[in-house]
């Protein structure tokens, strides 16, 4: 069982920066993977980035060398920087977690397939204003 909240959203210039938490809570902080997604007013959810157990992080083409994904507090907080902000980025962003798959000696996480995770918070606004 793990539930997940997001926090530090609101608004931001365009060009500026803004940083986004999510407080995990949880039986065990290992064995996860987590992730960041977005959903902008009429379009589909998409992913924004991901990371697994040993902090590698994979990033969305949109948001490639913009944002960086991290683990604070041992895990506990998901955390998304971003700089050089577009309007394009306001939406409203989900944390996401799923157990890590392991195989071959080797932890696997979801891609960017919204179905593919179990479990979410329940999304914070951005607005990013020209």
């Given at each position: 069982?793990?539930?997940?909240?997001?926090?530090?959203?609101?608004?931001?210039?365009?060009?500026?920066?803004?940083?986004?938490?999510?407080?995990?809570?949880?039986?065990?902080?290992?064995?996860?993977?987590?992730?960041?997604?977005?959903?902008a007013p009429g379009k589909e959810r998409e992913?924004?980035?991901?990371?697994?157990?040993?902090?590698?992080?994979?990033y969305a083409d949109p948001v490639l060398g913009?944002?960086?994904?991290?683990?604070?507090?041992?895990?506990?907080?998901?955390?998304?920087?971003?700089?050089?902000?577009?309007?394009?980025?306001?939406?409203?962003?989900?944390?996401?977690?799923?157990?890590?798959?392991?195989?071959?000696?080797?932890?696997?996480?979801?891609?960017?397939?919204?179905?593919?995770?179990?479990?979410?918070?329940?999304?914070?606004?951005?607005?990013v204003s020209s």
């Amino acid at each position: 069982q793990v539930q997940l909240m997001e926090s530090g959203g609101g608004s931001v210039q365009a060009g500026g920066s803004l940083t986004l938490f999510c407080e995990a809570t949880s039986d065990s902080y290992s064995g996860y993977c987590m992730g960041w997604f977005r959903q902008a007013p009429g379009k589909e959810r998409e992913g924004v980035a991901t990371i697994d157990s040993d902090g590698g992080a994979i990033y969305a083409d949109p948001v490639l060398g913009r944002v960086n994904v991290s683990y604070g507090n041992a895990k506990k907080t998901l955390v998304l920087q971003m700089s050089d902000v577009k309007p394009e980025d306001t939406a409203i962003y989900y944390c996401a977690a799923d157990q890590v798959r392991r195989l071959y000696g080797m932890d696997w996480c979801p891609g960017f397939q919204t179905e593919s995770w179990k479990y979410w918070g329940q999304g914070i606004q951005v607005t990013v204003s020209s």
